[in-house]
């Protein structure tokens, strides 16, 4: 599986920004999909995740209410529009594919090994 991401920019706080993620690949078995970000200094953090299966969302409580994670399963794409942007937002952002055993991809209950891969990442700086 490999992952491109786009849309990193500078942008002024309060404003709004959408990184695209496409995956590409052996993409059947994936899980989950989901968001990271690396602030300079500090470890990756977990931002925001979408389940292949029920299409579920999950969020950090410091994105909640200003992010949404959306997905187009046809195009294998995952979205983050993010809304109200912090200097505190500042980051590289990574996409994240997982394929976990015991849960549903798009197209099957996955029995496989635990995989995980990475996208490259993309810059977002939130700045005045």
């Known amino acids: 599986v490999q992952l491109v991401e786009s849309g990193g920019d500078l942008v002024h706080p309060g404003g709004s920004l959408r990184l695209t993620c496409t995956a590409s690949?052996?993409?059947?078995?994936?899980?989950?999909m989901a968001w990271y970000r690396q602030a300079p200094g500090k470890e990756r953090e977990f931002v925001a995740a979408?389940?292949?299966?029920?299409?579920?969302?999950e969020y950090a409580d410091s994105v909640k209410g200003r992010f949404a994670v959306s997905r187009d399963k046809h195009e294998n794409t995952l979205y983050l529009q993010m809304n109200s942007l912090r200097p505190e937002d500042t980051a590289v952002y990574y996409c994240n594919a997982d394929m976990v055993p015991g849960y549903y991809s798009d197209r099957y209950f996955y029995t496989g090994p635990t995989l995980r891969y990475w996208g490259q990442g993309t810059q977002v700086t939130v700045s005045s």
């Open positions: 690949g052996s993409t059947d078995g994936i899980t989950f």
């Open positions: 979408r389940f292949s299966g029920s299409g579920n969302a």
